[in-house]
């Protein structure tokens, strides 16, 4: 059984609590136009949104399933716990802000500090996987978890913007790159690659079999991976007293 929301002219708040107040696990919104905060902190439900959300869709997204047929805004998945968010378009800035778990999927391309203060604990092992490109500052400050970039924008455009994996200091970045990105910073370490490893090419699978790609294309492209240069790269940066 479904429930179906027409959010046509529907204000955010009252189209939160119908979400929230549903009895049926799945839900079909409908006419979305810009509501935010859609899906926040909920789990254990489907929903399927045609139109464009506003910011802060599944904030901290505890476990549900959230598939968007069109672009989202910022902040997308803020702090997200735990679940699936699913989006056949592209995204505004700070997408994944702060994930602890969970996975996003974007078919196009993200704006700026998408996966920034992104952190990972024990079997909690957030990911985005980002069709397209990505915008500056792409896993600014990210502690843990991963961040795929495939770069499939259809022109010769970095795959992202400058000053990727500032601050890092966990985690890994994978982008579908023949070259690096300009202005990387020095505590980054890059190392090109001749194959993705499990864990980042079953994520590159998932990617393909929601958005109808082939998965070989991209799992034999090549590939820079992007770490932390040491376990503290920035330790000479700040004053001990």
């Known amino acids: 059984?479904?429930?179906?929301?027409?959010?046509?002219?529907?204000?955010?708040?009252?189209?939160?609590?119908?979400?929230?107040?549903?009895?049926?696990?799945?839900?079909r919104i409908e006419r979305c136009l810009g509501q935010r905060y859609i899906a926040c902190g909920l789990k254990d439900k489907e929903i399927f949104i045609d139109g464009t959300p506003g910011n802060a869709l599944a904030a901290y997204l505890d476990g549900c399933?959230?598939?968007?047929?069109?672009?989202?805004?910022?902040?997308?998945?803020d702090t997200m716990?735990?679940?699936t968010l699913i989006v056949h378009g592209s995204a505004g800035d700070a997408t994944g802000y702060a994930m602890r778990g969970g996975k996003i999927f974007i078919e196009g391309n993200v704006g700026y500090r998408c996966?920034?203060?992104?952190?990972?604990?024990?079997?909690?092992?957030p990911a985005i996987?980002?069709?397209?490109?990505?915008?500056?500052?792409?896993?600014?400050?990210?502690?843990?978890g991963v961040i795929v970039v495939l770069g499939e924008s259809g022109d010769e455009k970095p795959a992202v913007g400058n000053f990727c994996g500032t601050g890092?200091?966990?985690?890994?970045?994978?982008?579908?790159?023949?070259?690096?990105?300009?202005?990387?910073?020095?505590?980054?370490?890059?190392?090109?690659?001749?194959a993705l490893?499990?864990?980042?090419?079953?994520?590159?699978?998932?990617?393909?079999?929601?958005?109808?790609?082939?998965?070989?294309?991209y799992l034999r492209s090549a590939y820079f991976r992007l770490t932390p240069d040491s376990?503290?790269?920035?330790?000479?940066?700040?004053?001990?007293?």
């Open 1 to 27: 059984m479904e429930k179906i929301i027409d959010a046509a002219g529907m204000g955010f708040a009252e189209l939160n609590r119908l979400v929230k107040t549903a009895a049926e696990k799945k839900i």
């Open 65 to 77: 399933r959230v598939e968007v047929a069109g672009s989202v805004q910022d902040a997308t998945g």
């Open 81 to 83: 716990n735990a679940g």
């Open 115 to 125: 996966g920034i203060h992104m952190k990972a604990f024990k079997e909690n092992k």
């Open 129 to 144: 996987v980002i069709g397209g490109r990505a915008g500056s500052f792409l896993g600014e400050y990210q502690a843990g």
């Open 168 to 194: 890092m200091h966990g985690g890994e970045i994978y982008l579908r790159s023949e070259r690096l990105p300009a202005l990387l910073p020095p505590q980054v370490r890059a190392e090109k690659i001749a």
């Open 197 to 217: 490893p499990d864990g980042a090419a079953e994520l590159v699978k998932s990617w393909c079999a929601f958005f109808g790609r082939k998965a070989e294309k």
């Open 231 to 241: 376990a503290n790269p920035y330790k000479r940066l700040y004053t001990v007293n």
